[in-house]
T-cell receptor
Framework: SQKIEQNSEALNIQEGKTATLTCNYT??????LQWYRQDPGRGPVFLLL?????KEKRKERLKVTFDTTLKQSLFHITASQAADSATYLC?????????FGTGTRLQVFP | DAEITQSPRHKITETGRQVTLACHQT?????MFWYRQDLGHGLRLIHY???????NKGEVSDGYSVSRSNTEDLPLTLESAASSQTSVYFC??????????????FGEGSRLTVL
């Protein structure tokens, strides 16, 4: 079965720095991969989608890469702000379903 | 503005009782999904629907059922609640099938406790 791995440990980063979150998957090559943001007590909110034939996607301070050889996606937030503190989930298409990782909590401190 | 709402937001029930969680969306999306979120497991798909009268089982469907009688609503029913079903439940809707691309819009979640 498909397995998605995100670092379960929180990522602590200083304001202004670039945060990099990792999403690894096994056993399957998805047609696309998505990233969501989730704040405590709230539902996930869509951020970005990247297709298998795209190497990189950008949206404002966000950048996502997708390496189908390494079976990995990297999610970057440049010039991190305190407001970026949240849990970030990756999700990939797998046999007609959207499978989510467990998420990585990002904490941005002054 | 279009939205997706879940009710109740919090519920406590007893083992063996039937529970229904409501999900209503005004996006006019054909596709609707129910996930549960637990520590260490992330979001797991329970059931989903691609249109009226269509329902499909997800990876953790045992003990749950859904029905789709109109575009706006996909209620989730726990026929006989068990303590293992204590969780936070999220409803989501989207414009295209999961084989396509398309973001999911999530509700705010329903926290269910089964005693």
């Amino acid at each position: 079965s498909q397995k998605i791995e995100q670092n379960s440990e929180a990522l602590n980063i200083q304001e202004g720095k670039t945060a990099t979150l990792t999403c690894n998957y096994t056993n399957y090559s998805p047609a696309y991969l998505q990233w969501y943001r989730q704040d405590p007590g709230r539902g996930p909110v869509f951020l970005l989608l990247i297709r298998e034939n795209e190497k990189e996607k950008r949206k404002e301070r966000l950048k996502v890469t997708f390496d189908t050889t390494l079976k990995q996606s990297l999610f970057h937030i440049t010039a991190s702000q305190a407001a970026d503190s949240a849990t970030y989930l990756c999700a990939l298409e797998y046999t007609d379903k959207l499978i989510f990782g467990t998420g990585t909590r990002l904490q941005v401190f002054p | 503005d279009a939205e997706i709402t879940q009710s109740p937001r919090h519920k406590i029930t007893e083992t063996g009782r039937q529970v229904t969680l409501a999900c209503h969306q005004t996006w006019n999306h054909n596709n609707m999904f129910w996930y549960r979120q637990d520590l260490g497991h992330g979001l797991r798909l329970i059931h989903y629907s691609y249109g009226v009268q269509d329902t499909n089982k997800g990876e953790v469907s045992d003990g749950y059922s859904v029905s789709r009688s109109n575009t706006e609503d996909l209620p989730l029913t726990l026929e006989s609640a068990a303590s293992s079903q204590t969780s936070v439940y999220f409803c989501a809707s989207g414009t295209s099938g999961l084989l396509n691309t398309g973001e999911l819009f999530f509700g705010e979640g329903s926290r269910l406790t089964v005693l």
